[in-house]
């Protein structure tokens, strides 16, 4: 009896140029870090001004003084400074389409483009906003950051650094010492990175339902959601960096601030703009923007300042 043999059979190997290659119409774009820090900080429109720079006035305040009898009134010397806000950074995407790929490419190739233009410059808003943490306190490198546990212990990046995951004590430390510089309870923001967050959502204290809420997206258990910590809204970047120390442990930072603590100055938004160049025989494609960002108040203010409202704190990395 013989056997039947598919030695010769006309497999998709054989067929492939028969074969049609359907694509679709839209393009996955790759996954994105969160962005969170342009609506978290106080933001000053400068479109269509001139000027390379601002200056933010930032008073110190007074404290009242006792009127002794039939004496005359003290007037009190008036204690200003200033913070310049340089207008230094411009950001560009450019990619020029050529006329082949224009008529024969999917229109989502030019709708990615737009897309993924709006998103490197927006992340580049946020990369500088994060930078910015760095210099709390008037230092350099996070010199005057913190290691989590209670938050007391200073942040040293030396050997295998000290970094520590954050604790409830540590939580309420943080937030006691904003109360004792005064700076304002309103817009008082946490900003972690998503393995703070894993953390956070492992301690009962941030998750328990007395504490986070049953329903719906209030239940931290259920959803992730992290919420807010003792009514400071919490909110997760995968922008923040990552640092290392001298033996490359790494850790991230964690920041707390209030939104008056840093500023986002635009000079020009986003833009996109296009131009046909015929040395090319293509479509110029760039996206822009100008901007500046400063820190205003650092956490070595007194308690005579209006607020300092900035702090971060050292985590491991994983």
Known sequence: MSTFSYANAVDVTAADAFLPEVWAMETAAAYKANLVMGNLVAKLNHKGKRGDRINIQKPVRAAAQEKAENTVVSPQAHTDTNVAVLLDQHWEYSKIIEDVVELQAMPSLRRFF??????????????????????????????AAVIGGDGSTAWVQTGAGNGSTLSDAGARRLIQGFDDLDVPTRDRYFVVPPVEKRKLLGLSRFTEQAFSGEAGPANSIRNGRVGDIYGVEVFVSSNLETVDSSNCTSYRPCVFLQRDSMILVEQQAIRMQTQYKLEALGTLLVADVIFGTDTVRGDTATAGDIGAGTKVFMVPAS
Do not use: N
């Open 114 to 143: 737009i897309e993924d233009a709006g998103y490197a410059l927006a992340k580049r808003i946020d990369t500088e906003l994060l930078l910015e943490a760095a210099t709390f306190g008037g230092g350099t490198a996070y010199s």
